[in-house]
């Protein structure tokens, strides 16, 4: 065999390690928890179906992250209803082994107003997210120190000091 031909066979035999190691990639993250949380939810839930229309077609490439290590994901995964075409986003955080949604939403591609199922996954799911009260009292801590009177810094050797 040539040289040339056999330079061509070692980047063709490359290019398609790289193409299978893409695809892999893909397939994971298309069958990440979340996506089928979300998947799940939207299917289902009534204000989505009334959005969107029913049945749902899932396709295309979801898109997006999920990092083990940090516990943190975000996903954009297309689907289509009769009615309309649209983005689902998902953003979760992984507690232990179980990841947990923070964020669920379809953003129609015509650009109408997104549609917020975060709540709705909560309520059907029995998963309370806490909620944040500006209006809430701070709980009184039971050990407070007193300030201190006077503080002092020893600089080290060879930095002016302020007279």
């Known amino acids: 065999m040539s040289r040339d031909r056999l330079h061509t066979k070692e980047i063709s035999l490359a290019t398609l390690f790289c193409i299978s190691l893409i695809l892999a990639g893909c397939g994971r993250i298309a069958n990440h928890p979340l996506v089928n949380i979300a998947k799940e939810e939207v299917t289902v839930n009534n204000r989505s179906q009334a959005m969107l229309?029913?049945?749902?077609?899932?396709?295309?490439?979801?898109?997006?992250?999920?990092?083990?290590?940090?516990?943190?994901?975000?996903?954009?995964?297309?689907?289509?209803?009769?009615?309309?075409?649209?983005?689902?986003?998902?953003?979760?955080?992984?507690?232990?082994?179980?990841?947990?949604?923070?964020?669920?939403?379809?953003?129609?591609?015509?650009?109408?107003?997104?549609?917020?199922?975060?709540?709705?996954?909560?309520?059907?799911?029995?998963?309370?997210?806490?909620?944040?009260?500006?209006?809430?009292?701070q709980s009184p801590s039971t050990e407070t120190a007193p300030p201190p009177a006077e503080i002092t810094i020893d600089l080290p050797p060879g930095i002016p000091r302020p007279e």
Do not use: H
């Not at 749902?56 to 954009?76: C, H, K, S």
């Not at 591609?109 to 500006?134: C, H, I, Q, W, Y």
């Open 53 to 137: 229309g029913e049945p749902l077609t899932w396709q295309g490439t979801v898109t997006g992250r999920a990092n083990e290590v940090d516990g943190i994901a975000a996903m954009q995964i297309p689907v289509l209803g009769p009615k309309k075409a649209a983005t689902v986003i998902v953003e979760g955080k992984k507690f232990g082994d179980e990841w947990g949604v923070t964020l669920l939403e379809i953003r129609p591609d015509n650009g109408d107003e997104k549609l917020s199922l975060t709540a709705d996954l909560a309520m059907r799911s029995g998963v309370e997210t806490p909620k944040f009260d500006p209006t809430a009292t």
